[in-house]
């Protein structure tokens, strides 16, 4: 049985996802350099791996429980629910976003962009308290 038979045709959807994907991606150590710049020049290392350390984190809380909450079918109009918990039953179907492209892709999209969130709100914290620090100094 072909999971993907019903995406023939559809092809350069993958396509412009992979590469506005790539593009996103590019956004996460750019949110590293852009508040190590805000920061001290010797944080600015640290804070470029530690937005890529949240990237690894929050992979962990998204597949598990994080796509379940923002995307289940059986959700109500504000949360879901644990219906898709650990991904479970997040395969070839069409997405909530396209009927052209696969859940799993549509899942692992919305990824990079819990990334960059996160990522962002965790520099702006660490370099809140850089300056903090600075200025106390």
């Known amino acids: 049985m072909d999971v993907n038979a019903q995406y ?8 412009y996802l992979v590469f506005c994907g790539f593009i996103v991606w590019l956004i ?13 020049r010797k944080s600015a290392l640290a804070l470029l791996f530690q937005s890529l350390m949240v990237a690894a984190v929050t ?5 598990f429980w994080g796509y379940s ?4 079918r059986t959700a109500g109009p504000f949360i879901g ?4 918990f650990g991904m479970k039953n997040v395969m070839a179907a069409p997405s909530p976003g396209s ?31 850089e ?5 106390r100094s």
């Open 81 to 84: 629910d644990l219906a898709n």
């Open 69 to 72: 909450l923002a995307y289940s």
């Open 59 to 63: 992979t962990f809380q998204w597949m």
């Open 8 to 15: 023939v045709g559809f092809e350069y959807h993958y396509t």
């Open 131 to 135: 300056v903090l620090a600075q200025s």
């Open 99 to 129: 009927a052209v492209i696969p859940e799993i892709v549509f899942c692992l999209y919305q990824l990079l962009f819990w990334y960059v969130f996160h990522a962002q709100r965790w520099a702006q914290v660490l370099t809140f308290f």
């Open 28 to 40: 996460i150590p750019g949110i590293g350099l852009l508040y190590g710049g805000l920061a001290r």
